[in-house]
């Protein structure tokens, strides 16, 4: 459902495609509690290990490629989860946003698995956002999905498009 509204001199955007800004804080937040929980798995395995075995207190040591590798994989992991289920993250839903397929469905696991590669390994196609006309990404284009505002939950209803605009704007 569209929601082109003027309340106050500003313009309500529900449903429509979110912008490059939205889409990159809500990443950078995504990001952050990728981080977190990296970092809480690393300490709870130090302390279990140190209350199983003894002192020494130490963080395991994965090397330059394991720590990357394990990041990637519970990056990945974390938004295929998301996208795949409620449609957002913890940073889409601070930002108001909600990936959808085009139908306005919820992605498929397939989709979602895709689209979360895809973000992982190039992350930077969500530049595309600020290029193209359809404000969708790289990743979007590629996997048939697009990221809306709603800020009420409205899953499940087909991506809008502003009265009286034609086109893939």
């Known amino acids: ?11 309500a955007v529900q449903g429509l495609p979110a912008g490059i800004v939205t889409r990159l804080v809500a990443a950078g937040i995504d990001l952050l509690v990728v981080l977190a929980t990296v970092a809480a798995l690393h300490l709870s395995y130090a302390a279990l290990r140190y209350l199983l075995f003894g002192p020494p207190f130490a963080l395991p040591e994965l090397g330059a490629w394991g720590a990357a590798g394990y990041g990637c994989a519970l990056m990945a992991g974390y938004l295929a989860v998301g996208w795949g289920t409620a449609g957002r993250t913890v940073g889409d839903t ?12 919820v992605l498929t696991p397939v989709a979602a698995v895709l689209r979360a590669v895809l973000y992982v390994v190039f992350p930077l196609g969500l530049l595309w956002v600020a290029a193209g006309r359809r404000r969708a990404s790289v990743q979007d284009l590629l996997v048939g999905s697009v990221v809306v505002y709603d800020w009420y939950g409205h899953a499940g209803t087909a991506v809008p498009r502003p009265p009286g605009r034609t086109g893939d704007r």
């Open 94 to 105: 601070m930002m108001g946003v909600r990936v959808t397929a085009r139908s306005g469905a």
């Open 1 to 11: 459902m569209t929601s082109v509204t003027r309340t106050r001199g500003q313009v």
